[in-house]
């Protein structure tokens, strides 16, 4: 029997006029990723979009798994069609749950009209439906306050579909519905979720990674390499932007005072991550800053780095513990990666005693030594862009 799946779209409803934009966004993003598993065909239809199966061997599980984690959907059903009609509904809910039902320790049938044409009722279509099923399967009792299995029965425009219990989608809305940004993206723990999380909102992210070759290593690029690829999950195909950081680098170490290197090297990033914007046309940076983890990440600091460019910078994990971004980074899979122990260029270059309560003043004064528009330049220039994921 073939089945299909029906994704029931979240936030992207109360868009109002742009609705269509977002579903149209939507259904090439799913379009995109369920390409792999075969054949099938996508269309939207009154805030669900449906994927029917177009060639026999459809990846279906492979279809399903994707589809959890693309943004804008905000649940999951394998379903069944049948005609508009009552005892076609009971034989596609007994042919496609049966097995289910004959296992359960109870059930009942919930039923959606959104066809107003048809003439039964939602409340009729359960009872009928849910009658004829207590029927064939006398020994499985219905409980209509805590079933075991609750068999959904749903008339819509084209036809009326079966199915079990819904699993959640990933929320949010659909990848580059909402713009683009650049995200820092270190081998860390934080990155990758604030990553994660502004692509929730809709965003399209081009991942910017500054690398400090050979002061970190190639094991920490391939680090952040997958870690790219893991987040492609979520954000769709993506290259990881690698710049090379070293000259910079070694430029701060030799002309600067050591208290201010972090600082001056993270406002490098800033004006390089911001012109990589400008070629981009994203409209913001992100970055997995959390106030108070380190010594760069005091409110006056952030002033200081943030002050070279004009782009506003996203900083989802902010008011975060730690603890609740370690949560967020297991379940979307980063976690293991980003524990891996390769070295990141800023632990290389830390100083001993760095300057958390900086002004900008006096940073600004320590930088004059360095010629900061041809290093910006080079390093933009020196850039590769590695595809990750799929
Ligand atoms: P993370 O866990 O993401 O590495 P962190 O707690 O180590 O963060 P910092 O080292 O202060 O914090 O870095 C703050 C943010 O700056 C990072 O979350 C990331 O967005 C960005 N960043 C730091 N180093 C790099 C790098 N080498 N390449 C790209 N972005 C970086
Ligand atoms: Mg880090």
């Known amino acids: 029997m073939e089945d299909m799946l029906l994704l029931k779209l979240g936030e992207i409803v109360l868009k109002g006029l742009n609705r269509k934009q977002f579903e149209m966004k939507l259904?090439?993003?799913?379009?995109?990723?369920?390409?792999?598993?075969?054949?099938c065909k996508c269309y939207c239809i009154q805030s669900t979009l449906y994927v029917e199966p177009q060639e026999d061997g459809f990846d279906m599980d492979g279809a399903m798994e994707a589809v959890r984690y693309i943004f804008g959907i905000a649940s999951i059903s394998r379903a069944i069609a049948c005609e508009k009609d009552k005892d076609a509904m009971v034989e596609a809910a007994k042919n496609y749950l049966g097995d289910a039902l004959s296992r359960a320790a109870s059930f009942k049938v919930e039923s959606r009209r959104s066809d107003k044409r048809f003439p039964m009722t939602s409340i009729e279509i359960s009872q009928y439906?849910?009658?004829?099923?207590?029927?064939?399967?006398?020994?499985?009792?219905?409980?209509?306050?805590?079933?075991?299995?609750?068999?959904?029965v749903?008339?819509?425009?084209?036809?009326?579909?079966?199915?079990?219990?819904?699993?959640?989608?990933?929320?949010?809305?659909?990848?580059?519905?909402?713009g683009r940004?650049?995200?820092?993206?270190?081998?860390?723990?934080?990155?990758?979720?604030?990553?994660?999380?502004?692509?929730?909102?809709?965003i399209s992210i081009y991942p910017v990674h500054f690398f400090s070759f050979p002061y970190t290593s190639e094991l920490a690029k391939q680090k952040v390499l997958e870690l790219g690829g893991l987040?492609?999950?979520?954000?769709?195909?993506?290259?990881?932007?690698?710049?090379?950081?070293?000259?910079?680098?070694?430029?701060?170490?030799?002309?600067?005072?050591?208290?201010?290197?972090?600082l001056i090297m993270r406002r490098f990033m800033m004006r390089i991550a911001q012109q990589l914007a400008d070629m981009h046309?994203?409209?913001?940076?992100?970055?997995?800053?959390n106030l108070g983890q380190v010594a760069s990440q005091t409110m006056e600091a952030m002033a200081v780095t943030q002050a070279p460019i004009r782009l506003p910078v996203l900083q989802p994990l902010m008011g975060m513990d730690k603890e609740e971004?370690?949560?967020?980074a297991r379940r979307i899979g980063t976690f293991e990666t980003s524990i891996l122990p390769y070295e990141d260029c800023c632990t290389v270059f830390t100083p001993r005693h760095p300057k958390t309560r900086p002004t900008l003043q006096e940073i600004e004064e320590a930088?004059?030594?360095?010629?900061?528009?041809?290093?910006?330049?080079?390093?933009?220039?020196?850039?590769?862009?590695?595809?990750?994921?799929?």
């Open 27 to 39: 259904m090439g993003n799913v379009t995109r990723r369920l390409r792999r598993f075969g054949k």
């Open 129 to 152: 439906v849910g009658g004829e099923l207590s029927e064939a399967y006398p020994q499985v009792p219905v409980d209509v306050h805590n079933p075991d299995l609750t068999i959904h």
């Open 154 to 178: 749903e008339v819509r425009d084209l036809a009326a579909y079966v199915h079990g219990p819904a699993i959640p989608g990933a929320g949010g809305l659909p990848v580059g519905s909402n």
């Open 181 to 202: 940004a650049i995200s820092l993206l270190s081998g860390g723990i934080d990155s990758p979720v604030s990553t994660y999380m502004i692509a929730k909102r809709g």
């Open 231 to 262: 987040l492609t999950k979520y954000c769709g195909r993506m290259s990881v932007i690698v710049v090379p950081f070293t000259h910079i680098q070694e430029e701060i170490r030799e002309k600067c005072p050591e208290e201010y290197f972090t």
């Open 281 to 289: 046309d994203a409209h913001a940076l992100v970055t997995g800053e």
């Open 325 to 328: 971004i370690v949560t967020i």
């Open 367 to 390: 930088e004059q030594v360095l010629e900061v528009d041809a290093l910006v330049t080079e390093a933009v220039a020196g850039i590769e862009r590695i595809k990750v994921g799929e």
